[in-house]
């Protein structure tokens, strides 16, 4: 079965920019969370979905947002790109919601703001 | 605000040595647990995860936690190092008092020859 896909892999902005990244989950899972990795503040939860509901929420601004389709697939955005926003941003997929359900991480967008 | 503290950033061992990374949640009601590990460049691989089925829980490449809710802990060992252990670990905690995956700050596995 294949893994957690993220696309793309390595991306370059500018600051004021907006980005647009993509999850794609192992197959048959229907809840996708975002992560936001950096050397300073380590792994922080960005939001879960789970059958195209936001489910939960971090403690993030309004500039990040996401959403889920219909085939489980998700995409999240950030708008008018700070420098702060370069990071490792982490996809995980599980099959539910459910606490003790495994969460299966893709690897990464490395997003860079110049 | 529940946290996760995995105490030592950087832990170096020898090969062969027994390896030991330590894990302490702080809710009133155990969460549930997990070990996961970060390769240069790479997501997040789960090495085991504690559902109150057992205390001590077995993973994957020779790892294994054990919780111990008189300490809130849930420290993560492995009897003999391995070169290819070198990573980041990362502790984990769900459930109980926390609503959402939180990971503690992670920990630098440095295996030395």
């Known amino acids: 079965k294949a893994g957690v896909t993220q696309t793309p892999r390595y991306l370059i902005k500018t600051r004021g920019q907006q980005v647009t990244l993509s999850c794609s989950p192992i197959?048959?899972?229907?809840?996708v969370s975002w992560y936001q990795q950096t050397p300073g503040q380590g792994l922080q939860f960005l939001f879960e979905?789970?059958?195209?509901?936001?489910?939960n929420k971090g403690n993030f601004p309004g500039r990040f947002s996401g959403r889920q389709f219909s085939n489980s697939r998700s995409e999240m955005n950030v708008s008018t790109l700070e420098l702060g926003d370069s990071a490792l941003y982490l996809c995980a997929s599980s099959l539910a919601v459910g606490d003790t359900d495994t969460q299966y991480f893709g690897p990464g967008t490395r997003l860079t703001v110049l | 605000a529940q946290s996760v503290t995995q105490l030592g950033s950087h832990v170096s061992v020898s090969e062969g040595a027994l390896v030991l990374l330590r894990c302490n949640y702080s809710?009133?009601?155990?969460?549930?647990l997990f070990w996961y590990v970060q390769y240069p460049n790479q997501g997040l691989q789960l090495l085991l995860k504690?559902?109150?089925?057992?205390?001590l829980v077995k993973g994957i490449n020779g790892f294994e936690a054990e919780f111990k809710k008189s300490e809130t802990s849930f420290h993560l060992t492995k009897p003999s190092a391995h070169m290819s252990d070198a990573a980041e670990y990362f502790c984990a905690a769900r459930g109980g008092g926390y609503n959402k995956l939180i990971f503690g700050a992670g920990t630098r596995l440095a295996v030395h020859p």
């Open positions: 979905y789970f059958s195209e509901t936001q489910r």
């Open positions: 809710s009133s009601v155990p969460p549930y």
């Open positions: 197959s048959g899972h229907r809840s």
């Open positions: 504690y559902t109150s089925a057992a205390t």
